[in-house]
């Protein structure tokens, strides 16, 4: 896909960011819309595109994290020394760096 990308929308550069922006608009189009993928049995990505059912709320509620976090957009505790959790609203995960 990128090689297809670099091909038909960046090189050559365009020599506006409008005309660039154009470049992959009709890029988006095509290989969205209108070109065959081998991989789809020849069918286009937008055939085969259906929304999520899942709900998407409007507004996404806070994220909070406990007082004795660090925060530095994730959320950090330290369990042992020089061991951290880290935590990106309730998802763990572990470092030891």
Known sequence: MH?????????PARATLASQQRAFN???????????????KGATPSS??????????????????????????????ETDHGLWSLYFCHVPTRSDQ
């Open 26 to 40: 009709t890029f988006r189009t095509e290989y969205n819309d209108e070109r065959p993928h081998q991989s789809l």
């Open 48 to 77: 085969r595109y259906r929304p999520s059912q899942r709900p998407y709320p409007t507004i996404l509620p806070p994220i909070d994290y406990p007082s004795h976090f660090v925060v530095k957009a994730i959320g950090l505790e």
């Open 3 to 11: 090689k297809t990308l670099k091909r038909g929308a960046i090189h």
